[in-house]
């Protein structure tokens, strides 16, 4: 007989085996009696052992108690999107550009199926898994790791030896079909609604706040990629994922190494017929230089990196029978034509509604309530009707009229000045406030995290905001919204208590109202819903007038002289603060001690790194990675996140990978800290 604290290490051990033979594998050696008879011996030997039970325990993976909220986590590498092609010739252009910016050198693909799952980041540390996160916006993501223990294809321990002391696994939660499809017929049995997709029920589950309710639905995970890695290192995709299934962690078995783009194409090919065999939704493959360093080099934009794109495969069409037309209001007063059908299944989704875009499509396809119309979903994401089957047209279909007012306020609508949208001009339309609100409150915008649409909504129907203003009141009305107080509502709505809002959560919405006041004014200005004013002009207004007044006061010329700032852009800013709702707007926030003013960069100091290249890699010690490149563009510098020829210099903490190999490759000199610092004329972190 072995001591409690050896035969509780054999039982883990032989649990995990098992567990991955069963949920990674799909090829289980034992019967789930003998399974079972296993793991009850474990729990009794913890149960009599408490100081023995570890986080990494295969007795830990049920969840516990609610959360109460999700923590942000930043993603120290960001969690770009990958550009979307649908043809030959767009691949073989992508082909084309990498070929390009290696300069010739060679290289090869590796190209595996594209999940069609939620994305997630698993961050282990010394073997141990410590995280698991969203996307999120792909900078900032929501800690799920209470969730992502219940996964058993999940190790909580990586197996083997070998893993370095970080290793941060990107790749996609999703639910397979098989334990998809017999969960919902026990939803059926018990009188609940069926999840209408795969992908939809899995994003629910995974932002689900009791661990316990997923517990037992039988996600699973496949790796796709790396985040940040320390302690060890890689060089091709292939690599990486021969040492994932070493250590436990899933990935797909269909994944190929093609060493030219034919060999892609042919993949592509081969795998149309394949695709729809599999146990969960795909809708094409990610095809992505194999070698890492070569990525690197090739960097990213904004939004994309420029070393792999997504191949996808033309979006599904199905027929179904037009039962009405319903009409929407957005922020701006856009009043869009919806499509009201028979559920239809459509990649995976149960769909009712579809996008008619405006009227002047629906005149153009002459569409009627009663058609047989055809649907196919936009990118595999947004319903829309797309024609009708004229020779399936009963003989008492209707024609679709405009409407001749809001359909929310009832107030007038005008033609758009581009002869395509009907607006709604009525300021007190609650359809556009609620609308607008969300965009208020949104990450980038002033970023109001718990400002959620149901929240937002209640708040408008009770009275309590009638204005982006009020959100900063709420705080001496939190007795009345909570019920504490009888209700004193003077906006027309009926007051009360807001329904399933808490105190704790209520407060966390209070407390981050409080924090949004201090956002500089770039993001105000983009908070602001002035028409053709996004995040990126309205960061060119900030920078260049500096306070909402001098924005307010402007004249056309004034406005024009911004660049990248025309005469459309222009008129809209200038009609919005001559408008007495939108002076009233401004003026109600900076009463409200709203922050109108935007941050200057330094000016006039020294800047050293004028006119320099800069790549800042490895791990520094006096400041983040953020941090030491918005210095280098403080003082002048330009920063890159690929080492080339055109590279002044690269400054280099610890762990700093595959760019201090390329720097010196190229002959690119490199900088420690210190010797940055004393650079730049800083003196050096002690």
């Given at each position: 007989?072995?001591?409690?604290?050896?035969?509780?290490?054999?039982?883990?051990e032989q649990i995990?085996?098992?567990?991955?033979?069963?949920y990674v594998?799909?090829?289980p050696v034992?019967s789930?009696?003998e399974?079972d008879r296993?793991?009850?011996?474990l729990?009794?030997?913890e149960?009599?052992h408490?100081?023995?039970?570890?986080?990494?325990s295969?007795?830990?993976?049920?969840?516990?108690?609610?959360?109460?909220?999700?923590?942000?986590?930043?993603?120290?590498?960001?969690?770009?999107s990958?550009?979307n092609?649908y043809?030959?010739?767009?691949?073989?252009k992508?082909?084309?550009?990498?070929?390009k910016?290696l300069?010739?050198e060679?290289?090869?693909y590796y190209?595996?199926?594209?999940?069609?799952?939620?994305?997630a980041?698993?961050?282990y540390?010394?073997?141990?898994?410590?995280?698991?996160?969203?996307?999120?916006?792909g900078?900032?993501?929501?800690?799920?790791?209470?969730?992502?223990?219940?996964?058993?294809a999940?190790?909580?321990?990586?197996?083997?030896?070998?893993?370095?002391?970080?290793?941060?696994?990107?790749?996609?939660?999703?639910w397979?079909?098989?334990?998809?499809?017999?969960?919902?017929e026990?939803?059926?049995?018990?009188?609940?609604?069926r999840?209408a997709?795969?992908?939809n029920?899995?994003?629910?589950?995974?932002?689900?706040?009791?661990?316990?309710v997923i517990?037992?639905?039988?996600?699973a995970?496949?790796?796709h990629?790396l985040?940040?890695v320390?302690?060890?290192?890689f060089?091709t995709?292939?690599?990486?994922?021969?040492?994932?299934?070493?250590?436990?962690?899933?990935?797909s078995?269909?994944?190929r190494?093609?060493?030219d783009i034919?060999?892609?194409?042919?993949f592509?090919?081969e795998w149309e017929?394949?695709r729809?065999e599999?146990?969960?939704?795909?809708?094409?493959?990610?095809?992505k230089?194999?070698?890492l360093?070569q990525?690197?080099?090739?960097?990213?934009?904004s939004?994309?990196?420029r070393w792999?794109?997504?191949?996808?495969?033309?979006a599904?069409?199905?027929e179904s029978r037009l039962?009405?037309v319903?009409?929407?209001?957005?922020k701006?007063?856009?009043?869009?034509?919806r499509?009201v059908?028979?559920?239809?299944?459509?990649?995976?989704t149960?769909?009712?509604?579809a996008?008619?875009?405006n009227?002047?499509?629906?005149?153009?396809?002459?569409?009627?309530?009663?058609?047989?119309v055809?649907?196919?979903k936009?990118g595999?994401?947004?319903?829309?009707?797309i024609?009708?089957v004229?020779?399936?047209r009963?003989?008492?279909?209707?024609?679709?009229?405009?409407?001749?007012?809001?359909?929310?306020?009832k107030?007038?609508?005008?033609?758009?000045?581009?002869?395509?949208y009907?607006r709604?001009?009525?300021?007190?339309c609650?359809?556009?406030?609620?609308?607008?609100?969300?965009?208020?409150?949104?990450?980038?915008?002033?970023?109001?995290?718990?400002?959620?649409?149901?929240?937002l909504?209640?708040?408008?129907?009770k009275?309590?905001?009638?204005?982006?203003?009020?959100?900063?009141s709420l705080?001496?009305?939190r007795?009345?919204?909570?019920?504490?107080?009888?209700?004193?509502?003077?906006?027309g709505?009926?007051?009360g208590?807001?329904?399933?809002?808490?105190?704790?959560s209520f407060?966390n919405l209070?407390?981050?109202?409080?924090?949004?006041?201090?956002?500089?004014?770039?993001?105000?200005l983009?908070?602001?819903?002035?028409r053709?004013v996004?995040?990126?002009?309205?960061?060119?207004?900030a920078?260049?007038?500096?306070?909402?007044q001098r924005v307010a006061?402007a004249?056309?010329e004034e406005?024009?002289?911004v660049?990248?700032?025309?005469?459309?852009v222009?008129?809209?800013?200038?009609?919005?603060?001559?408008?007495?709702?939108?002076?009233?707007?401004?003026?109600a926030l900076?009463?409200a001690?709203?922050?109108?003013?935007q941050?200057?960069?330094?000016?006039?100091?020294p800047?050293?790194?004028?006119?320099?290249t800069v790549?800042?890699t490895?791990?520094?010690?006096?400041?983040?990675?953020?941090?030491?490149?918005?210095?280098i563009?403080?003082?002048?510098?330009?920063v890159s996140?690929?080492?080339?020829?055109k590279?002044s210099?690269?400054?280099?903490?610890?762990?700093p990978?595959?760019?201090?190999?390329?720097?010196?490759e190229?002959?690119?000199?490199?900088?420690?800290?210190?010797e940055?610092?004393?650079m730049?004329?800083?003196?050096?972190?002690?």
């Amino acid at each position: 007989m072995l001591p409690p604290e050896q035969e509780i290490i054999a039982l883990r051990e032989q649990i995990r085996h098992h567990d991955h033979l069963y949920y990674v594998e799909g090829r289980p050696v034992v019967s789930d009696r003998e399974y079972d008879r296993l793991f009850s011996r474990l729990k009794e030997l913890e149960t009599a052992h408490p100081e023995l039970v570890t986080p990494d325990s295969p007795t830990q993976r049920v969840g516990g108690e609610p959360l109460q909220d999700f923590a942000h986590v930043a993603h120290a590498v960001p969690m770009l999107s990958i550009d979307n092609t649908y043809n030959e010739a767009d691949v073989r252009k992508f082909d084309t550009q990498v070929a390009k910016g290696l300069e010739g050198e060679p290289y090869e693909y590796y190209v595996d199926p594209k999940v069609d799952g939620v994305s997630a980041s698993l961050r282990y540390e010394n073997g141990l898994l410590v995280l698991g996160a969203t996307r999120g916006d792909g900078r900032t993501g929501d800690d799920i790791t209470a969730n992502i223990r219940t996964i058993r294809a999940i190790p909580l321990r990586l197996r083997g030896t070998g893993w370095p002391g970080v290793l941060e696994v990107r790749g996609e939660v999703y639910w397979p079909r098989p334990d998809f499809d017999a969960h919902n017929e026990q939803r059926e049995n018990q009188g609940l609604e069926r999840f209408a997709n795969p992908r939809n029920a899995t994003a629910g589950s995974l932002k689900s706040l009791d661990p316990r309710v997923i517990a037992g639905r039988g996600l699973a995970f496949v790796a796709h990629g790396l985040g940040v890695v320390e302690g060890g290192a890689f060089t091709t995709t292939e690599e990486v994922f021969t040492a994932f299934q070493c250590w436990g962690i899933p990935t797909s078995p269909h994944g190929r190494v093609c060493r030219d783009i034919d060999a892609v194409l042919h993949f592509i090919a081969e795998w149309e017929r394949k695709r729809h065999e599999l146990e969960y939704e795909t809708d094409g493959l990610v095809i992505k230089v194999n070698r890492l360093d070569q990525r690197e080099r090739l960097g990213a934009t904004s939004r994309y990196p420029r070393w792999c794109i997504a191949y996808k495969y033309a979006a599904e069409q199905a027929e179904s029978r037009l039962l009405a037309v319903d009409f929407q209001v957005g922020k701006q007063g856009t009043i869009t034509p919806r499509a009201v059908m028979e559920p239809v299944q459509l990649s995976g989704t149960t769909v009712r509604h579809a996008s008619l875009h405006n009227f002047d499509q629906v005149e153009r396809l002459d569409i009627r309530i009663g058609d047989t119309v055809l649907v196919q979903k936009a990118g595999e994401i947004i319903p829309q009707v797309i024609g009708v089957v004229l020779e399936k047209r009963p003989p008492n279909a209707r024609k679709v009229l405009p409407p001749t007012h809001c359909p929310v306020c009832k107030g007038a609508v005008v033609k758009d000045e581009s002869g395509v949208y009907l607006r709604c001009i009525s300021p007190a339309c609650l359809a556009q406030l609620k609308e607008r609100l969300k965009h208020f409150c949104g990450r980038d915008q002033m970023d109001i995290e718990g400002a959620g649409e149901a929240l937002l909504d209640q708040l408008v129907d009770k009275g309590y905001v009638r204005q982006f203003a009020d959100l900063y009141s709420l705080s001496a009305r939190r007795g009345e919204i909570l019920g504490e107080v009888a209700a004193e509502s003077e906006s027309g709505g009926r007051g009360g208590r807001l329904e399933r809002v808490g105190p704790k959560s209520f407060d966390n919405l209070l407390v981050a109202i409080e924090q949004s006041k201090s956002r500089p004014l770039s993001r105000l200005l983009s908070a602001l819903n002035i028409r053709h004013v996004g995040k990126a002009t309205a960061e060119l207004i900030a920078a260049r007038f500096g306070d909402l007044q001098r924005v307010a006061e402007a004249s056309m010329e004034e406005l024009q002289q911004v660049e990248g700032v025309g005469p459309e852009v222009a008129g809209s800013v200038y009609q919005f603060f001559r408008d007495p709702a939108g002076r009233q707007t401004w003026l109600a926030l900076r009463d409200a001690g709203v922050n109108m003013t935007q941050p200057r960069a330094p000016t006039g100091g020294p800047q050293p790194l004028a006119g320099k290249t800069v790549v800042v890699t490895g791990v520094l010690s006096g400041f983040s990675r953020a941090e030491a490149e918005e210095l280098i563009k403080d003082l002048g510098g330009k920063v890159s996140s690929s080492v080339s020829r055109k590279t002044s210099f690269v400054v280099a903490g610890t762990d700093p990978g595959s760019k201090l190999e390329k720097a010196r490759e190229l002959g690119v000199v490199v900088l420690n800290e210190a010797e940055f610092l004393r650079m730049i004329g800083r003196e050096a972190p002690e």
